[in-house]
């Protein structure tokens, strides 16, 4: 039966994401992205050189955003934190993906690289003290956390973003 009109690369990128996010990196093999797709391994290869180049394609998007982010922050602490939400939502099945393989973070070789950016959105967050960098990080872990234990349920998506940005402020002695 011929493949419908679709674009390979993207549907791959889709679900490789949620194998990902489910089974974990390790776990997922491009013979199963290649056979939920209803195309042969070597058909996958036509767009991906490798499981790691997969996986790049999903997390580039994620690094380039929370990157750019980082570095054209909005002036306001609360709007600040909904973009960062925003993006961790946007995201959620490639951040679920590493955080069920954290190991892939060196593969990659992109843990300076994500060190580096939470450290310009703490230091945008709150004062230098270390009192003041262990609240960003609560602040920014929690809003990571929310989106990944919640992601299941899109009926929450404006409740959770009030919340978790909310317990960030309050988690950065800032009002809500």
């Known amino acids: ?25 390790e776990q997922t093999s491009l013979a199963e992205i290649a056979a939920h797709l209803g195309i042969t391994k070597a058909a996958l290869y036509y767009h991906f050189r490798s499981k790691t180049d997969l996986l790049r394609s999903l997390v580039d998007p994620l690094l380039d955003d929370i990157e750019a982010l980082s570095t054209d922050l909005p002036a306001d ?15 959620r099945a490639v951040l679920l993906g590493l ?8 593969e990659l070789q992109i843990v300076d690289r994500i060190i580096a950016f ?11 003290t270390p009192a003041g960098r262990i609240r960003a990080v609560v602040a920014l872990g929690g809003i ?13 998506t404006t409740t959770l973003r009030t919340e978790a940005v909310n317990a960030a402020l309050r988690a950065l002695n800032l009002p809500t």
């Not at 609360?78 to 939502?89: G, P, Q, S």
């Not at 929310?146 to 992601?151: A, C, D, G, H």
């Open 1 to 25: 039966m011929p493949r419908p009109n679709t674009d390979t690369r993207a549907e791959a990128m889709r679900i490789a994401a949620e194998l990902f996010a489910t089974r974990g990196y």
């Open 77 to 91: 602490p609360r709007a600040t934190l909904e973009a960062f939400f925003d993006t961790c939502y946007r995201h």
């Open 99 to 106: 955080l069920r393989d954290v190991a892939v973070l060196n």
């Open 118 to 128: 939470r450290t310009r959105l703490d230091a945008a967050l709150t004062d230098p």
């Open 144 to 156: 990571q956390d929310s989106v990944i234990l919640f992601n299941d349920d899109p009926t929450l």
